[in-house]
């Protein structure tokens, strides 16, 4: 590790932990504001219920609360509903019905957070407990009761029939097909749990109208629009500051509840209101992920050539179709599902249903259910190798895309831009050991070792850095982002971006970008961002995009500064600017590269007395927006080896092996821990995390008593490595990183666990690989994840 | 944010002076040493006493010696400070094993050995290691001390037999020269309450077993042990078959529930298996002394 800065790309100390390290980052928690007043939310103790009265007398009579807000009163004010990033609609404040557990039913502002938890034990709700719908797999049954009864004629709990790919040409291949595997697989309900949980700090001034919102959004300038859209505030008195994050993993896309009631809550008291929700109700209330039921099916020729895949999958979102994903596409990116490898045709059908558990969907680092895919994939191909009686690896080998079919278009219409799968593959078996492995695991079933050793492989495509404006919008805001780079008379540098960081280290990435473009050290570049007063438009940060998308608009927009710059050296070395060269850091003359200009000596005559060529009228600074031609493939390959305690069930991570291939790293140390921290998510959900109900929809993993999070004692010392090949389309070459390890390595932990367990002749387990799961599994039980262990 | 209600707080300056406020707050006071789990229940609102009788200053109660042949745990000892104990080490390795397995370090430098009893949880790991070795639990009141055997210390799940107005002073643990012990636990991650776990003590005189101690925890045992299988053993060679019938003889006094952590017949199954295996390295142990 090198601590020295580089002029440019290379590793380096990331800018912001000296913060970090010392207590010094500022979240919303953080702010305190003069007058300041908190809030608090009553929920809903039942999954379903109408509600017959909400007495908040005795809660109001409390000495020291403000003001108590229910659905009513939001009704009073047209705020009782507000539109979901799905176009679906979410209750506030529950009026009529309460649809999960843990939905909001009032508000409570008081003096302090003591007084507001004591006045919601003092709010009297009547409720009438209706029959609910917990398993997903009856949602669309006949006598299932109707959630969404608030919609217009709805008359039952379908959402969405969503396909892609060619159905008829998919038909036709599996009718033919020498050899057809059909596998049943759960992607359970999630969460991606950030340490800093949701809240909002809203001050409304009355005196010059503007809103202002402290708020950990991973989009702040979505949230100003979306809150000048539907309460009619206008967009300029709106200001929305996300400061520093405490992990966000897509659970902070979406506007709250609570955020709303922050807002209307310090319009109605005149006072700052503060409220920041504890870990129950992040659990139970915010953006899950996943629970995707899927039926994927495989067809391949006897040798192990991989013909066609096609899925059905039935999607549970919960009481109101919240996703945060690109509009037009319900099921989000998940028709990535072929994968990495060269399959004629390919086809799915999704179909979303209403059930009584909290909305979302789309969070957790799942590039908008790439996650589901690549699982789906990676399981299906385990699952086909086994009926073959074939080595997953040479199955794999066998099928993936040569690098000379890019860019390739997949059978679902996508167009991977660049890659050499091979290559990827064949380093993490190198690096494995691949087949010493093997021969271990053989010599050890051989001697009937009680323990069991498995490795699992998985190799995934990532499609990140949504998106083209023309396909990718979310409610009509097209998913492209802003830079300003403004360079001061010492030519230091001040970069502002649209995107917002969660943890991911942009103050330093997007430095260095800079950096590397203009050739000054990343300590002289300060990165903006989280403000919409102080920086442009742009839709923020989650699927991976800020480096594919916000990292092309600093580049370019310091490509823009850099032609400036040229301009006005040309002014300075009095020669033709076109009879100048650019080395890192200056323009100089061509064949005589003394006679030049450093980017500082530039800056400071910008904005000095030395007369500028005619258009430039004094600075360097420059704007744009980046709208991206493509997205951006990063792939990996990943190689997990685990043992497994059979007559405990325990298994045990062994090694990890994860070589990723995201285009030009800009900082390898920050690409190495996004990888360490997404290869950490995989092992939770593979074996402890879960989100499951019991019958009567009592959400069953609302502490983290119950929520597992892996930790280090869980996670091996993993073994990176990587491959290079750079994005054709993308600036600089970089493909985006944020989320390929939680996308790519559950299948791999998962088909680790199930190759141990191979010789009791079980195919396959859902997520997760609890020790009573394992057990049950050798046992031959059937597993339900999803609900209630009985 | 999880905030508690309102409540009183008093801190205890010795002995008396905490016997004094627990009956002066009468029985909706609760002691708070560590206050691993009665603070979380505040703040969750699952515990609301009217006051906190904080007794962290109460040094007295925080010995860790070997006294009359016997091991005296003070209740205020730290889990981290049982687990540090060279004295612990050399007689106990059963509460070596399971402290390290109890929570993470942050919760055992606070949390201590009398309050993890006292809170009763039918998970608890020390109740079973303690049960193992046959300790007894002193109680002390306005009206003296008295002495318990930890077996009968627990009245169910959360529920003991310190009585409002009193309070738990200390572990007695006899100190059995050449004895082995060893725990077993699984559990989902690490620092997780137990799915099952299990202890055992095991004295071994001329080939054969002449004590054996068992502990259980999480599977509803009576009283955190198994009696019969422990009868079982007696006489007994150390050797697998016999280890293997005692957990059966385990498991079958076992009555676990199913919840997140696994179903019950699952549970009976580790309470065999983990019984099995601490018999073995327990033995093993005694072996090695």
């Known amino acids: ?790 | 944010m999880q905030v508690p209600a309102r409540f009183e707080y008093e801190k205890a300056t010795s002995v008396p002076h905490a016997l004094a406020l627990l009956e002066r707050y009468g029985p909706d006071a609760r002691v708070v040493a560590g206050g691993h789990s009665l603070i979380p229940m505040m703040k969750l609102r699952l515990a609301q006493p009217e006051a906190l009788i904080d007794i962290n200053d109460l040094r007295e109660l925080a010995h860790l010696r070997v006294e009359g042949g016997e091991l005296a745990v003070g209740a205020l000892v730290r889990h981290a400070e049982l687990l540090a104990s060279p004295l612990v080490a050399e007689h106990f390795a059963i509460l070596i094993d399971a402290e390290r397995v109890i929570a993470d370090p942050v919760v055992r430098n606070r949390g201590t050995v009398g309050g993890s009893l006292c809170q009763a949880d039918p998970s608890e790991d020390l109740a079973a290691a303690f049960a193992a070795l046959k300790a007894d639990a002193v109680v002390t009141g306005p009206g003296g001390s008295r002495t318990v055997p930890l077996r009968g210390f627990h009245q169910g799940p959360y529920e003991t037999v310190v009585e409002p107005g009193e309070l738990l002073a200390e572990l007695r643990v006899p100190v059995r020269h050449g004895a082995g012990s060893a725990y077993e636990k699984v559990e989902r991650r690490v620092g997780d309450w137990p799915v099952a776990a299990a202890g055992a003590l095991i004295l071994i005189e001329d080939g054969l077993i002449t004590e054996a101690g068992i502990g259980l925890t999480a599977v509803s045992a009576p009283g955190f042990t198994a009696p019969e299988a422990e009868d079982y053993l007696i006489g007994r060679e150390p050797v697998d078959a016999v280890f293997a019938e005692a957990g059966r003889r385990a498991a079958a006094v076992c009555n676990p529930h199913a919840d997140q952590r696994g179903p019950a017949d699952y549970k009976r199954h580790l309470a065999g298996e983990l019984t099995r295996r601490a018999l073995r390295k327990a033995a093993r142990r005694a072996a090695e002394d």
């Open chain 1, 1 to 790: 590790m090198t601590t020295s800065t580089p002029m440019g790309f290379g590793r380096m100390h990331r800018k912001e932990d000296a913060r970090f390290i010392r207590g010094r980052g500022q979240y919303v928690d953080d702010v305190q504001l003069p007058g300041m007043l908190h809030g608090a939310i009553l929920r809903s103790p039942h999954a379903h219920a109408r509600i017959l009265s909400v007495d908040t007398s005795a809660a109001e009579a409390l000495p020291g609360v403000k003001a108590v807000i229910t659905g009513e009163t939001l009704a009073g004010l047209g705020l009782a509903w507000m539109p979901t990033l799905s176009k679906d609609v979410q209750a506030v404040l529950a009026t009529d019905k309460v649809r999960f557990q843990g939905q909001e039913v009032a508000f409570v502002v008081a003096e302090d957070r003591y007084i507001a938890r004591d006045a919601l034990e003092l709010i009297e709700v009547d409720y009438e407990p209706l029959p609910s719908v917990i398993d997903a797999r009856t949602a669309l049954a006949e006598a299932a009761p109707v959630i969404r009864d608030d919609l217009d004629g709805k008359k039952d709990n379908h959402i969405f029939d969503w396909e892609a790919g060619d159905r008829a040409h998919t038909e036709a291949i599996f009718e033919r097909a020498e050899v057809r595997v059909s596998q049943d697989m759960l992607y359970p309900r999630v969460h991606p749990a950030p340490l800093e949980t949701c809240g909002a700090l809203a001050d409304f001034d009355k005196v010059t109208g503007k809103l202002t919102v402290w708020c950990p959004t991973q989009a702040p300038h979505a949230h100003r629009t979306l809150y000048a859209m539907v309460a009619g505030l206008p967009e300029h008195k709106i200001r929305v500051i996300s400061p520093d994050i405490g992990g966000g993993f897509g659970g902070k896309v979406g506007i709250y509840p609570g955020y709303v009631c922050a807002i209307v809550g310090s319009i109605v008291t005149g006072k700052p209101v503060k409220w920041m929700e504890d870990r129950s109700e992040n659990l139970m209330s915010t953006a899950f992920a996943r629970d995707y039921h899927m039926t994927g099916e495989i067809a391949a020729t006897q040798d192990g050539r991989v013909q066609a895949i096609r899925v059905k999958v039935l999607a549970d979102h919960g009481a109101f179709n919240g996703t945060a994903q690109p509009t037009k596409f319900p099921a989000g990116f998940f028709h990535v599902f072929s994968g990495s490898y060269d399959i004629e045709t390919a086809h799915c059908e999704v179909t979303g249903v209403y059930s009584n558990k909290a909305p979302g969907g789309v969070a957790y680092a799942c590039s908008f259910r790439i996650t589901e895919a690549v699982y789906l994939v990676e399981r299906l191909m385990d699952v086909l190798a086994y009926e073959l009686g074939m080595d997953p690896a040479e199955l794999r080998m066998k099928n993936l895309l040569r690098a000379d079919q890019f860019p390739y278009t997949s059978p679902t219409g996508w167009e991977y831009d660049s890659g050499d799968y091979p290559r990827t593959l064949a380093l993490a078996m190198e690096m494995a050991g691949y087949d010493k492995l093997r021969a271990e695991q053989a010599e050890r079933r051989a001697n009937g070792d009680r323990r069991l050793m498995g490795i699992g492989l998985s190799f995934f495509t990532e499609a990140v850095g949504a998106g083209p404006r023309k396909h990718m919008d979310i409610l009509g805001l097209g998913m492209a982002d802003g830079a300003e780079l403004r360079v001061h008379p010492t030519g230091k540098a001040v970069l502002r971006v649209s995107c917002q960081s969660q943890g991911q280290g942009h103050e330093t990435t997007f430095a260095q970008i800079v950096a590397e473009e203009l050739g000054i050290s990343p300590d002289d570049v300060d990165v903006v961002h989280g403000d919409t007063d102080q920086t442009p438009f742009g839709l923020g940060t989650y699927g991976s995009r800020s480096t594919p998308v916000s990292g092309a608009a600093a580049a370019m927009v310091t490509r823009k500064v850099r032609d400036r710059a040229k301009l006005v050296a040309s002014a300075m070395l009095e020669v033709a600017p076109d009879d100048l060269e650019w080395t890192k850091g200056r323009w100089s003359v061509k064949g005589d590269p003394k006679h030049g200009a450093t980017i500082q000596e530039i800056a400071l005559a910008s904005h000095g007395a030395v007369e500028l060529p005619e258009g430039v009228e004094g600075h360097l600074d420059a704007t744009c927006v980046y709208n991206p031609p493509n997205l951006t493939y990063p792939f990996g390959a990943y190689i997990c080896v685990v043992d497994v305690d059979p007559d405990t069930g325990q298994v045990d991570v062994r090694r990890f092996i994860a070589v990723d291939d995201c285009g030009v790293r800009i900082n390898p140390m920050i690409v190495e821990g996004q990888i360490h921290g997404g290869l950490a998510d995989g092992i939770g959900m593979a074996l402890m995390q879960l989100m499951a109900f019991d019958e009567d929809g009592n959400h069953l993993g609302a502490s983290f008593m119950d929520y597992l999070l892996p930790t280090a004692v869980e996670c091996p010392s993993w073994e990176l490595g990587e491959t290079v090949t750079p994005s054709p389309h993308h600036p600089i070459g970089a493909k985006g990183v944020g989320e390929s390890a939680t996308v790519g390595s559950p299948a791999a932990v998962v088909n680790a666990v199930l190759d141990a367990l191979k010789p009791y002749g079980i195919r396959h387990a859902d997520m997760p690989l609890t020790p009573s799961n394992v057990w049950r599994a050798i046992q031959g039980r059937p597993i339900r994840t999803d609900l209630a262990i009985t």
